[in-house]
């Protein structure tokens, strides 16, 4: 059976959301789209890959979010991208490339708003994981080899800019429980965690394929 719902991951720094939408997506057997999102965003931009990863969801300033933040939920595209800020210009190209991906079938996405940008666009499922900060703080420590002021101060940046990012692109706030259909600590565990995602997943499916007829 191919799998027709597009899975949308928020996640907290440090919770470890990454790794569960990548084995999520090998247990369904459907696409994963992370920091692949770049390259396809890239050709469609004209803009060096390099570049668009230095952006990717960093912070935005309150000055773009005013001059621009109404102009997106007028729904821009491609056609008006040159003449905005970097940062918008890789946004518009990122959402163009989920709408195409969302419109070939079942995908696990991981962030860049794209459980904003698929709101009417398909069937979709929207997923945020969070985690104890002492989790997060461990996670970060081992991963990026930090000690443990280090970390709480990466895991606050990061939170802030991905706050900010959403904000400025849908203007609402990050990680607000209506915009998500399942919230989940990682702290049972990154196979738990996964196995309630993937069987979450079946279920809405199961309705959706139910409703079809």
């Excluded at 059976?1 to 991951?9: D, E, G, P, Y």
């Excluded at 621009?68 to 163009?96: C, K, T």
């Amino acid at each position: 059976m191919k799998h027709k719902i597009v899975m949308n991951i928020g996640r907290e720094f440090g919770s470890g959301g990454r790794e569960i939408g990548k084995l999520a997506a090998e247990k369904l057997g459907i696409p994963y789209y992370d920091k692949e999102l770049i390259i396809l965003a890239a050709e469609k931009s004209g803009l060096s890959p390099e570049y668009l990863t230095s952006l990717d969801e960093q912070s935005v300033s309150s000055f773009l979010y005013s001059f621009s933040g109404a102009n997106f939920s007028m729904g821009m595209r491609l056609n008006s991208v040159n003449v905005l800020p970097p940062a918008d210009q890789l946004f518009l190209s990122q959402s163009e490339v989920i709408r195409d991906i969302a419109g070939k079938g079942g995908a696990v996405i991981v962030g860049r708003c794209a459980d904003y940008v698929l709101q009417e666009k398909c069937s979709h499922l929207n997923v945020f994981i969070q985690a104890p900060m002492r989790t997060r703080i461990q996670r970060v420590m081992e991963r990026h080899s930090l000690d443990q002021k280090a970390a709480e101060a990466l895991i606050a940046k990061t939170d802030k800019n991905r706050a900010n990012y959403y904000l400025h692109f849908t203007g609402e706030k990050w990680g607000d429980r209506k915009n998500f259909n399942l919230i989940l600590s990682s702290a049972i565990g990154i196979e738990s965690t996964v196995n309630i995602i993937v069987d979450y997943y079946h279920q809405v499916e199961g309705r959706a394929e139910n409703q079809a007829f």
